[in-house]
């Protein structure tokens, strides 16, 4: 009869262990559940990073064989012109590097 307690006793404890290592341990579930969030951001991460890489390949491509689509990225990005073309560049704060009629240095 005094073994069934201490079996029973023991068995208790050893649930009670269990129980603890499954929530609040290292390989719990709210580490299963951190690592679940952190899977799905990488998954989402990996989609973006998959699509931006098509994108690049596909330019790729373009550059290599469309003469007309070379010639409009170097146009655009390194401001190359043609003949008889003029480049007008604008600031690209605009607004800001105007001084408010209000905000005069000499107050009028």
Same mark, same amino acid.
């Given at each position: 009869?005094? =073994?069934?307690?201490? +079996?029973? *006793?023991? +068995? ?11 929530? =609040? !341990? ?10 679940? !969030?952190?899977? #799905?951001? +990488? ?7 998959? @699509?931006?890489?098509?994108?690049? !390949?596909?330019?790729?491509? =373009?550059? $290599? *064989? @469309?003469?007309?689509? *070379?010639?409009?990225? &170097? ?6 012109? $043609? #003949?008889?073309?003029? +480049?007008?560049?604008?600031? $690209?704060? &605009?607004?800001? !590097?105007?001084?408010? #009629?209000?905000?005069?240095? @000499?107050?009028?």
């Amino acid at each position: 009869m005094i =073994w069934r307690r201490f +079996l029973l *006793t023991g +068995l208790i404890f050893f649930n009670i262990f269990l129980l603890y290592n499954l929530i =609040w !341990s290292d390989n719990g579930i709210f580490a299963y559940l951190e690592l679940k !969030s952190r899977h #799905e951001q +990488l998954k989402q991460r990996l989609a973006t990073v998959d @699509d931006h890489t098509l994108d690049l !390949s596909q330019e790729i491509r =373009w550059l $290599k *064989t @469309d003469r007309a689509f *070379t010639e409009k990225m &170097a146009r655009s990005q390194m401001n190359y012109l $043609k #003949e008889n073309e003029i +480049l007008y560049q604008f600031p $690209k704060d &605009a607004a800001a !590097s105007r001084t408010p #009629e209000g905000d005069r240095a @000499d107050g009028q």
